[in-house]
């Protein structure tokens, strides 16, 4: 199976800053990555999918990135209701194998 | 709008089964895939399996093989989990997730609000 890996595993930044996670696949995946993101205590929530397209209401501050094995989770600009950990997760074929998440705090 | 409504918390013995059901509303419920995902305490976001209502055909993580019985019921719209032979590792948060189509290669768009089962003796 596809293993997805995230990094960092955690980061704290300031309001204003931009941030930047990554996650790669252990094998080509073209570009059937979404991102996913649970604020504390909620239910997950799509981002992305497609690696780059955004889903309908999310803020234009999210960005991202990537095909084949490496792809990237941008914040333009953190603001305090971004907190929350954040998933990548394949979806090419099955397992739709998540990455370990991304925990983003604020400084 | 897209409604996915999950059973209530549960609370099993350790080798007990556990069946959590999840109904869907706000749209054709033979054209989207349902996936199973479950999250430990303190943990990150873990894919059990999937099935395609329509064609009644259910895939499997490796891991919950033999294990897990994912089903679908058209006629009231609702899909379920079975899992089987819990441990206190099975102690989770688990959520039903609508696939973005019927095939494999399907991201998930809504979810359920999740069902805490918890094993303990």
């Known amino acids: 199976d596809i293993q997805m890996t995230q990094s960092p595993s955690s980061l704290s930044a300031s309001v204003g800053d931009r941030v930047t996670i990554t996650c790669r696949a252990s094998?080509?995946?073209?570009?059937?990555l979404a991102w996913y993101q649970q604020k504390p205590g909620k239910v997950p929530n799509l981002l992305i999918y497609?690696?780059?397209t955004l889903q309908s209401g999310v803020p234009s501050r999210f960005s991202a990135s990537g095909s084949g094995t490496d792809f990237t989770l941008t914040i333009s600009s953190l603001q305090p209701e971004d907190v929350a950990t954040y998933y990548c997760?394949?979806?090419?074929?099955?397992?739709?194998?998540f990455g370990g998440g991304t925990k983003v705090e604020i400084k | 709008q897209v409604q996915l409504v999950q059973s209530g918390a549960e609370v099993k013995k350790p080798g007990a089964s556990v069946k959590v059901s999840c109904k869907a509303s706000?749209?054709?419920?033979?054209?989207?895939?349902i996936s199973w995902v479950r999250q430990a305490p303190g943990q990150g976001l873990e894919w059990m399996g999937g099935?395609?209502?329509?064609?009644?055909?259910?895939n499997y993580a490796q891991k919950f093989q033999g294990r897990v019985t994912i089903t679908a019921d058209k006629s009231t719209s609702t899909a379920y989990m079975e899992l089987s032979s819990l441990r206190s590792e099975d102690t989770a948060v688990y959520y039903c997730?609508?696939?973005?189509?019927?095939?494999?290669?399907?991201?998930?768009?809504?979810w359920g609000q999740g069902t805490l089962v918890t094993v303990s003796s």
């Open positions: 997730a609508r696939e973005s189509g019927f095939s494999s290669s399907s991201y998930l768009d809504y």
């Open positions: 706000g749209y054709t419920f033979t054209s989207y895939g």
């Open positions: 099935i395609i209502p329509i064609f009644g055909t259910a």
């Open positions: 094998q080509g995946i073209s570009n059937y």
């Open positions: 497609g690696a780059s």
């Open positions: 997760q394949k979806y090419n074929s099955a397992p739709l194998t």
